[in-house]
């Protein structure tokens, strides 16, 4: 059973506008979220993260939103450029855990 | 500059075969992560180990996986025997950790593309 999801598989953007890429988890006693860029034939490389004493965190044209409510993360890309085409990974722990736990992806395409 | 390497980059083996991954962190590092990314289950964490310790291989099938780091510059990953639904790419990324928490930044390798026929 997954307890991170990205249910898009991949989205389609033009380039300028704004990316959102959406994560889902279910266990409430996540505290620690982050986003991971994966390039083909490449590892994933650290994006942003954010602590669940935040709602937002922003890094240059890189904000991650926590709604621990819905149990909901959001990165927004903007403005979005082709180079951030690749498939991103958001992953969650918990302090008690001692392990992270990465969703299935989501393969962002920007359009020229 | 400094990366986590992986060997080999690409596998391809029959049904039954002897697996080994190698992996070399980043020196300086004293955690080691494995990972399987499959299309439907996305990363999976397999294993890890601080100072060459294993912490927790609870998502690794223990009867024919096995993960070890015989000396702080290499983690290895062993299937045996290898079966068609271990196909997938095996990601090792590495990390410093300052304490005994998990909460470390990860530097991935490119990966070992395996397919097991």
């Known amino acids: 059973d997954q307890q991170v999801k990205q249910n898009s598989p991949s989205l389609s953007v033009q380039e300028g506008r704004i990316s959102i890429l959406n994560c889902d988890y279910t266990?409430?006693?996540?505290?620690?979220f982050l986003w991971y860029k994966k390039y083909p034939a490449e590892g994933p490389t650290f994006l942003i993260s954010?602590?669940?004493?935040?709602d937002k965190n922003e890094d240059g044209r890189f904000t991650v939103f926590l709604n621990k409510s819905a149990k909901h993360l959001s990165l927004h890309i903007v403005p979005s450029q082709p180079g951030d085409s690749a498939v991103y990974f958001c992953?969650?722990?918990?302090?008690?855990?001692?392990?992270?736990?990465f969703g299935s992806g989501t393969k962002l395409n920007v359009k020229p | 500059d400094a990366r986590v390497t992986q060997t080999p980059r690409h596998k391809v083996t029959e049904m039954g075969q002897e697996v080994t991954m190698r992996c070399q962190p980043i020196?300086?590092?004293?955690?080691v992560f494995w990972y399987r990314q499959t299309m439907m289950q996305g990363l999976e964490l397999l294993a890890y180990?601080?100072?060459?310790?294993?912490?927790?291989d609870s998502g690794m099938p223990k009867d024919r996986f096995s993960a070890e780091m015989p000396d702080a510059t290499l983690a290895t990953l062993k299937i045996q025997p290898s079966e068609p639904r271990d196909s997938a790419v095996y990601f090792c990324?590495?990390?410093?950790?300052?304490?005994?928490?998990?909460?470390?930044?990860?530097?991935f390798g490119p990966g070992t593309r395996l397919t097991v026929l």
């Open positions: 954010i602590s669940s004493i935040k």
């Open positions: 180990f601080r100072n060459r310790a294993p912490l927790d």
């Open positions: 990324a590495s990390g410093l950790a300052e304490t005994s928490g998990i909460r470390i930044e990860q530097f």
């Open positions: 266990n409430s006693m996540f505290d620690y």
């Open positions: 020196l300086g590092h004293n955690t």
């Open positions: 992953a969650a722990s918990a302090s008690l855990f001692n392990k992270f736990y």
